[in-house]
């Protein structure tokens, strides 16, 4: 079904193949996959009395499950709660790049990438503008990466290219456009540069780029200052694998299943009158209750209504297509209908194991792959231009420096379990088998403690 309703979504076959994929997911996502669709679901019959099929409307009830999945997983992963910490050896560099990210609202942005990125890819674009730190993220649809050759994980260069009406590149300060008309946008990014091009009009093939030398600017960062993340592992070298993917056709079916059921219940709520030969008289026949119907002795009439049977099988239908669905994408099962009492950390991690798994793999692509590797590029940018944050200047960064990420437990531990895992630190600390600054950094998420090293210090200047 979902590569049926696929094949109602316009192709510009001047884009990359991968476009159309992944504009069809993002469609998924943002619950518009079935605005092609010509009619609408109560459509049953068209201008000339014939039957439409249910393919070709669009359902009344959308059940954003795929939705559901992407937030839950991303919620998990980057919430107020659940943000890594940079772990570094150095704590002064820590805590510049701590002050970076939280002055560029990284955690904001990360949440941004990881939904738009669910689809299969996301960019994020790192710019130093008058000293200070941005992070902004790009839908991967409209941009090409180039890979370098003898460095594979490394950018060369990557081109973002799609079309725009002429209103809004007057809007954006653009001369000399039909404000009817439709443009190609395109700009690059290189190891140098970044370099942005006049629009030209679609409709002339003869058309050549040519370069904005207003817009252009050269960065000089000696890297391409884009982070590219694949969302799972999978995919086809560009895109990494679609978070909901599995649950696609799954949806569609709840989607016209709880349509049919609506209609059904819209149906009974106004039942079909039918009335058998010889009918009584010429006149129009009026139903309801203050309007007898009066038939011959060989005549009958009747109300076709549906049951409620069916709208309950229906729906028994449903939820097990939605437990499907879930198990395949590793989704949230969990019913809070279920839970009678408050339930540990831990028990929380059994019963949502299946999404904690997925949030996992995600880390790996959006931590490693993505959080880290702007640190770096935080860094690197250090050597070339005088940073400042919080209105201080950042000396340059040492390079040398190994990162890590800290990430805090899935869920808050209870009483009963916070002070269970104090003892049991304190006990190994005791033991001479975990240093003090083990000790902290183990119970630092649970604690909200974000600097190890002030804590420590603290805890040294209370004994004292």
């Not at 960019?123 to 200070?132: S, T």
């Not at 725009?164 to 190609?184: F, K, N």
């Not at 569609?252 to 709880?258: A, M, R, V």
């Not at 880390?363 to 993505?370: A, M, P, V, W």
Request: charged residues 25%; negative net charge; glycine residues 8%.
């Amino acid at each position: 079904m979902f590569d049926t309703i696929c094949g109602t979504i316009p192709v510009d076959g001047a884009m990359p193949a991968r476009a159309a994929r992944l504009e069809a997911l993002r469609r998924v996502l943002d619950g518009t996959l079935y605005d092609n669709l010509p009619y609408q679901f109560h459509e049953e019959r068209n201008g000339a009395g014939e039957y439409i099929p249910l393919r070709l409307r669009k359902p009344s009830v959308r059940y954003g499950l795929c939705r559901v999945v992407v937030e839950d997983s991303v919620a998990l992963l980057f919430s107020a709660g659940h943000f890594p910490a940079v772990d570094v050896q150095d704590v002064a560099l820590g805590r510049v790049l701590a002050d970076v990210f939280a002055e560029a609202r990284l955690n904001e942005v990360m949440i941004d990438a990881a939904l738009r990125g669910a689809v299969g890819s996301v960019a994020v674009l790192f710019r130093v503008l008058g000293g200070r730190v941005f992070f902004s993220v790009l839908e991967s649809l409209n941009l090409t990466p180039v890979w370098n050759a003898e460095v594979p994980d490394e950018l060369a260069r990557v081109t973002e290219k799609y079309k725009v009406s002429g209103v809004d590149l007057a809007a954006q300060g653009y001369e000399d456009v039909d404000p009817v008309g439709l443009y190609w946008f395109q700009r690059a990014w290189d190891t140098q540069s970044e370099t942005w091009f006049l629009p030209w009009p679609v409709d002339d093939a003869l058309a050549r780029p040519m370069v904005d030398e207003s817009r252009s600017v050269a960065h000089g960062l000696g890297f391409v200052p884009i982070v590219w993340i694949k969302n799972l592992p999978g995919g086809d070298g560009v895109d990494g694998a679609c978070t909901f993917r599995c649950a696609i056709d799954t949806n569609i079916e709840i989607d016209y299943q709880l349509s049919q059921a609506g209609r059904g219940l819209k149906y009974s709520s106004d039942p079909t009158l039918l009335i058998k030969e010889p009918a009584t008289s010429d006149s129009e026949i009026v139903k309801g209750a203050g309007n007898a119907l009066v038939v011959s002795e060989k005549g009958d009439a009747k109300l076709l209504e549906i049951g409620g049977t069916a709208a309950e099988a229906v729906i028994s239908y449903v939820r097990t297509l939605r437990e499907f669905a879930l198990e395949s994408v590793h989704g949230n099962r969990a019913s809070a209908e279920k839970l009678s009492a408050p339930q540990s950390g831990r028990a929380l991690e059994l019963m949502n194991q299946g999404l904690i798994w997925l949030a996992d793999n995600l880390r790996i692509s959006y931590g490693e792959g993505g959080i880290l590797a702007l640190a770096k590029m935080v860094m690197r940018a250090s050597q070339i231009f005088p940073l400042t944050v919080r209105g201080e200047a950042v000396p340059p960064l040492d390079m040398s420096q190994r990162l890590s990420l800290r990430w805090p437990r899935w869920y808050p531990l209870s009483a009963d379990d916070r002070l269970k895992e104090a003892q049991a630190v304190a006990a190994l600390v005791n033991a001479g088998q975990m240093s003090r600054e083990a000790g902290v950094k183990a119970t630092a998420a649970m604690n909200d403690i974000g600097d190890v090293e002030a804590e420590l210090n603290a805890i040294n200047e209370s004994a004292a």
